[in-house]
């Protein structure tokens, strides 16, 4: 019944990607590989049925009317020539494990061709799903997105969340990472769980920036924030940036907004299920290009290239494991751009 399930599955998305590419108008020379999957899928399926036919015929019992021994012979042979039921089982084993991984493959490509034409559809401003009215669900999302931590106000174009100073043991890599993340060449340890922060974010109206591009020496850059902290005593909250500086010189991280990076996803072949890498990973705010796309939001800075470059000011930073509030705004606040 598992084999039945995922082939029917198979077969499902394969439907669900030609009703789509009947709505779009399909690709010029359409993916060569959709029509040989099912080929391979009957290859398999008659495959197995022979293993099963012989299987069946070893389980069979023997014939009341066997044949006459030949001339000269006393017993019948215990061995034949034949394959063993044993034998039978083992081959079927590994067909019916090949089988599975197949079809596997076979459907996360169907998958990925779905959300491919999905996404096409969307490019051509035919809508995918219902329009949702955004305004009255945003009082659901400010109250599930504050039970992991982030504090979303709409109507300011604000977020808030808790953090503590970290205390790096090397260059640092990120601005915060969640609790189980790199804590040791991070600035920050944020209690924000990734995937509500980019909820709140992309309902900001925030869309996916681009990641950086190390060939063309392009940081990431797109949709931003920009990224202040406060604690208390300090007057006034200050950018982020001001707290790091150049191990090389002692010069201040140059003021740039945190692009919107969002995350890669991993797609778990099992369960055709999601996961962000920034969630798997603990990653919330990257300083490092390299890690921009594990990250929910990343330093547009062409200076953060360097990944070894980069470490806390100890004359502008608390002490470790001071409690901050990091505060993420659609635009600069005049009054918190202080400069050192």
């Known amino acids: 019944m598992f084999f039945i399930g995922l082939l029917f599955a198979t077969i499902l998305a394969a439907s ?164 189980g993340g790199n804590a040791h060449e991070s600035l920050l340890v944020a209690n924000v769980g990734a995937a509500s922060l980019s909820l709140a974010i992309a309902d900001m109206g925030l869309k996916e920036a681009q990641d950086a591009d190390f060939e063309q020496d392009l940081p990431p850059r797109g949709d931003s924030l920009f990224m202040y902290v406060e604690w208390p005593g300090l007057p006034r909250p200050v950018r982020v940036e001001t707290l790091v500086k150049d191990g090389r010189n ?17 797609l778990d072949t099992k369960t055709f299920e999601d996961h962000l890498a920034a969630a798997v990973y603990h990653h919330i705010v990257a300083l490092s290009w390299k890690h921009n796309a594990d990250c929910i939001l990343a330093c547009s800075s062409k200076e953060t290239r360097d990944e070894n470059r980069w470490i806390p000011d100890s004359k502008a930073c608390p002490e470790a494991g001071t409690s901050v509030e990091v505060i993420l705004s659609k635009s600069p606040v005049a009054e918190w751009e202080t400069r050192k």
């Open 16 to 179: 669900i990607v030609t009703l789509v590419d009947r709505v779009v108008a399909a690709p010029a020379a359409p993916p060569a590989g959709d029509a040989g999957q099912l080929r391979r899928l009957e290859a398999k399926i008659a495959l197995l049925e022979s293993r099963l036919v012989e299987i069946a015929n070893h389980l069979r019992p023997p014939s009341s009317e066997e044949r006459p021994l030949p001339e000269g012979v006393t017993s019948r042979p215990i061995f034949d020539g034949s394959p063993t039921i044993g034998q039978h089982l083992s081959d079927l084993e590994g067909s019916l494990f090949d089988f599975e991984r197949e079809i596997r493959r076979d459907l996360r490509h169907l998958y990925e061709a779905l959300r491919r034409r999905l996404d096409r559809l969307e490019s051509k401003g035919v809508p995918v799903r219902a329009p949702a009215d955004a305004a009255a669900a945003r009082p659901e999302l400010v109250k599930r997105v504050a039970e992991d931590g982030v504090r979303y106000d709409p109507a300011a174009g604000r977020i808030r969340f808790e953090a503590v100073i970290a205390s790096p043991t090397r260059a640092l890599e990120f601005i915060a990472v969640a609790p």
């Open 250 to 266: 002692g010069e201040m991280l140059p003021f740039s907004p945190f692009a919107y990076t969002a995350s890669r996803t991993f």
